[in-house]
């Protein structure tokens, strides 16, 4: 199961949620309900298209590489590398959405949650306000300065109580795929190329 945010050490169905888009300069985004850890592989189809596939070898609810189940990227891909790929709901622009959090943005959340609290709790949460730059051509080249002066708690209103109300566990949002699913995809991406592939299948691995 996904954790809470008090629990995260900081360290797929297909979902009708839309994803949060990060835009340069300031952002403004609620969290709330839990935290979903994992890792993710990205592998190329023949097309260009970067498909994720969970690491399987991560344990979600442990937050810790256990290599319980077969994971099958580390099989056809032996030098492929996973990546840290933890994952929340925010409320932003009067909706829900998925955010993929960014690894050092996170962190500095989880450093101010010392001082402030847990910013997913209903009425003492705080609004989380930081400052995307870019610093480069490349699309890696971004840093992300968490504004903590500006981080006030604040408790839902009754429209943002209404939007949380039986919010589902990020766990139902974004569905750990099987074993066999990753590998009949693998099977698929090897044999026809991403464009090619069943749409059922790459659900089972989508990131939001």
Known sequence: MALT???????????????FAYRDGDNSVRLVGDVLARYVYWIEGKNGKNIPFECLSFDRNEERFNNKEKDWVR?????????WSY????????EVKVINLKKKLFEQIMTAAEDLGDPTDNQTGWDVKFKRTKTGPLAYNVEYQLQVLKCKPRPLDETELALVE??????????????DAQKTLLDEIREAGAEEIDESLEDEFKIG
């Open 75 to 83: 099989e056809y891909y032996p030098d492929l590398k996973c990546g």
């Open 166 to 179: 039986g919010l589902k566990s990020m766990d139902d949002v974004m569905a750990r795929p099987t074993p």
């Open 5 to 19: 945010f008090a629990k995260s050490k900081g360290a797929a169905q297909k979902s009708s949620i839309s994803s």
């Open 87 to 94: 994952a929340m709901q925010c409320i932003d622009g009067g």
